[in-house]
């Protein structure tokens, strides 16, 4: 059964506090993202992996960075987390065979 | 960005209704997602259309790629509660961005 496993499925941390959402995949898969999610505003994409090393930003990096040093992991760090963080945060990978998505569980995180 | 307009936004019907939404976009594909997303879960991909005019049934939902490839429908006979859930599009593509979204709300 093919797989994403996010690290947190919730998650408290201060403002101003360095968090990292840590996100895996078993699937070998070339591509990995990361979204947010907020109340009826869809899927937001932050950051996107192509491949060990390489990344590309997506539409809302801004206070986020990431890191991909082996093919199946991806974390996305928030530097100094802020109050409108506060989101839920999904892991997804896939390939360019099909590019069908495969979606981790979520991490629901909250920054007081 | 591409930018994938879904509507309704929101829609809440009562069980047995029939319903359509709609992704729409000015750039042309070569395929488009479909996914759903139910509560407290990732979204799961339900279809990919690929050709132009194709039409692609999964028991009682219907989707069409519209034949310039810019758009696509989703549509649902009679609706029942386990269809609630966020309804995606998104390109086939590396990059995966995905549409704004239809919520969809079924009461019994």
């Known amino acids: 059964d093919v797989k994403v496993t996010q690290s947190s499925r919730y998650l408290v941390k201060r403002t101003g506090e360095k968090v990292f959402l840590e996100c895996v995949q078993d699937m070998d898969h070339e591509n990995m993202f990361w979204y947010r999610q907020d109340p009826g505003l869809g899927l937001r994409l932050i950051y996107f992996s192509y491949d060990v090393k390489m990344k590309e930003k997506g539409d809302i990096p801004e206070g986020y960075s990431v890191s991909r040093e082996k093919k199946e992991r991806f974390s996305l760090i928030l530097e100094s987390a802020s109050t409108n963080q506060t989101s839920m945060y999904l892991c997804?990978?896939?390939?360019?065979?099909?590019?069908?998505?495969?979606f981790g569980q979520g991490t629901r995180l909250t920054v007081v | 960005t591409q930018l994938l307009e879904q509507s309704p936004q929101f829609l809440s019907i009562q069980e047995g209704e029939n319903l359509t939404v709609y992704c729409n976009s000015s750039?042309?594909?070569?395929?488009l997602q479909w996914y759903r997303q139910e509560p407290g879960e990732g979204p799961v991909l339900l279809v990919t259309v690929v050709t132009g005019g194709e039409v692609k049934k999964l028991k009682r939902l219907t989707f069409q790629f519209g034949d310039a490839r810019k758009d696509s429908s989703l549509h649902i006979t009679a609706a029942q509660p386990g269809d609630t859930g966020l309804y995606l599009c998104a390109p086939g593509a590396d990059k995966l961005i995905f549409g704004t979204g239809t919520r969809l709300q079924v009461f019994p």
């Open positions: 750039s042309v594909f070569s395929s």
């Open positions: 997804a990978s896939n390939s360019g065979a099909t590019y069908e998505a495969f």
